[in-house]
T-cell receptor, first 113, second 119 residues
Framework: KNQVEQSPQSLIILEGKNCTLQ??????????LRWYKQDTGRGPVSLTI?????NTKSNGRYTATLDADTKQSSLHITASQLSDSASYICVVSGKAAGNKLTFGGGTRVLVKP | GAGVSQSPSNKVTEKGKDVELRCDPISGHTALYWYRQSLGQGLEFLIYFQGNSAPDKSGLPSDRFSAERTGGSVSTLTIQRTQQEDSAVYLC?????????????????FGPGTRLTVL
């Protein structure tokens, strides 16, 4: 069964600090991996999309890494801001028909002043 | 341009009633998806529409759930005889195209969701 596991479940950091979120997946065959940010009461918004050939991709202060061999990804947030408080969801797309996505349970990040 | 919109934003209903949730995808997007997000849980795939093809209904949890997409644009998710366990946020997403291979790279844009509460 395709699974996406994220850790930690929740995280509290001080404003200005860095943090790293982890994602392990078993989806195979693999097409691409996405990180989404979901603010409370909103739909998820895409941060990065990576195919198996990409090792790293940045979007401002967000940097995602991918190791397709070990089926692991990380999302690094640099110099966190209060607006970074949200849930971060790792989503993996397999090559099966229909572009069906497998969602991780998310990591809830709280940035405190 | 406008993003994906959903209505209503909140819906409170009594157990046993039917509800209809609406999704307006981004204009020109041929693929449309419905997901369910229960409290503290990850998103759960429900159904996928791609153009005029038969929808992928493999994620629908029971025959009380159905969805249609008229004219390749607006979609309606219907839940009949609602149960308390149906309480969740129902999210709709659209993308330029779905499918396999290169098209599976297409980003899905999500709506704000409809929060359904079944009393």
């Amino acid at each position: 069964k395709n699974q996406v596991e994220q850790s930690p479940q929740s995280l509290i950091i001080l404003e200005g600090k860095n943090c790293t979120l982890q994602c392990n997946y078993t989806v195979s065959p693999f097409s691409n991996l996405r990180w989404y940010k979901q603010d409370t009461g909103r739909g998820p918004v895409s941060l990065t999309i990576m195919t198996f050939s990409e090792n790293t991709k940045s979007n401002g202060r967000y940097t995602a890494t991918l190791d397709a061999d070990t089926k692991q990804s990380s999302l690094h947030i640099t110099a966190s801001q209060l607006s970074d408080s949200a849930s971060y969801i790792c989503v993996v797309s397999g090559k099966a028909a229909g572009n069906k996505l497998t969602f991780g349970g998310g990591t809830r990040v709280l940035v405190k002043p | 341009g406008a993003g994906v919109s959903q209505s209503p934003s909140n819906k409170v209903t009594e157990k046993g009633k039917d509800v209809e949730l609406r999704c307006d995808p981004i204009s020109g997007h041929t693929a449309l998806y419905w997901y369910r997000q229960s409290l503290g849980q990850g998103l759960e795939f429900l159904i996928y529409f791609q153009g005029n093809s038969a929808p992928d209904k493999s994620g629908l949890p029971s025959d009380r759930f159905s969805a249609e997409r008229t004219g390749g644009s607006v979609s309606t998710l219907t839940i009949q005889r609602t149960q308390q366990e149906d309480s969740a946020v129902y999210l709709c997403a659209s993308s330029l195209s779905g499918g396999q291979g290169a098209f599976s790279y297409n980003e899905q844009f999500f709506g704000p969701g409809t929060r359904l509460t079944v009393l």
